[in-house]
């Protein structure tokens, strides 16, 4: 009796050892990702999106598609007069956007003399919070 429980501890013990042993694996690993994050600029300010955004915003010739060349068949097209089914065609590419690219977007279709449909502005501007 005693010889069954001395090789149930022991297998509890190797069981243990070899689960702590992953564990600290997996810490290493994303410790190493973690360290593996290049180093800001010496003339960064820390606020690495905004920084980013303000040289696109400078540069006028700058203009970033977002699989949305569709949307160019709307130039100069006023906010107001869009059906419904080419206002599902702008919130289509709205929310297939990640939460940062959103800003980048509208900066695109704007320079693109795309008007958003009046309808969307609001959910373009609620997904920016919520992010």
């Not at 010889?3 to 997996?26: E, P, S, Y």
């Not at 955004?53 to 970033?64: A, G, L, T, V």
Request: hydrophobic share 40%; proline share 2%; aromatic share 8%.
């Amino acid at each position: 009796m005693e010889l069954i429980v001395g090789i149930i501890v022991g297998l509890f013990t190797v069981l243990g050892l070899a689960f702590l042993v992953k564990v600290n694996r997996n810490r290493k690993k994303t410790n190493d990702e973690k360290e593996s994050v290049s180093a800001p600029a010496s003339d960064c300010c820390g606020a690495h999106e905004i920084c980013e955004f303000d040289q696109i915003k400078m540069d006028e010739s700058i203009i970033e598609y977002y699989d949305d060349e569709e949307l160019d068949e709307f130039r100069n097209k006023s906010e107001n007069e869009y059906t419904t089914s080419q206002i599902d065609q702008f919130r289509e590419v709205l929310y297939t956007l990640k939460t940062d690219e959103i800003k980048k977007w509208l900066l695109s279709i704007e320079r693109r003399n795309i008007a958003l449909p009046s309808i969307l502005m609001s959910e373009a501007r609620f997904l920016m919070a919520e992010g």
